[in-house]
């Protein structure tokens, strides 16, 4: 079994920045992509960033040049740095992962953490 476990979020004022951070546990798989979706009341869910095992980057156009995503393939885990924070970045903020275990690619979720950005 793989397990996500998510930390940071919280409530900050706008213009302030937070940290989350998803780490993969488990069994022997490889990374393919990790990363953060995320979703507030009454809408989608929707991409916030993706990197892959080589580094490279995907973000959301809503938070592009304000987020930044990073990854330690060593310890299995994502950081999420999020600067200049909006009341519309406000949403519960899923970690998600593409990953490959036993020859098998499979998507795993996190519980969600809330981050809340006061106007």
């Known amino acids: 079994q793989v397990q996500l476990v998510e930390s940071g979020g919280g409530l900050v004022q706008a213009g302030g920045s937070l940290r989350l951070s998803c780490a993969a546990s488990g069994s022997i798989f490889s990374i393919n992509t990790m990363g953060w979706y995320r979703q507030a009341p009454g809408k989608q869910r929707e991409l916030v960033a993706l990197i892959n095992s080589g580094g490279t980057t995907t973000y959301g156009d809503s938070v592009k040049g304000r987020f930044a995503i990073s990854i330690d393939n060593a310890k299995n885990s994502v950081d999420l740095q999020m600067n200049s924070l909006k009341p519309e970045d406000t949403a519960v903020y899923h970690c998600?992962?593409?990953?490959?275990?036993?020859?098998?690619?499979?998507?795993?979720w996190g519980q969600g953490t809330q981050v809340t950005v006061s106007s």
């Open positions: 998600n992962a593409d990953l490959t275990r036993r020859g098998i690619r499979m998507l795993y």
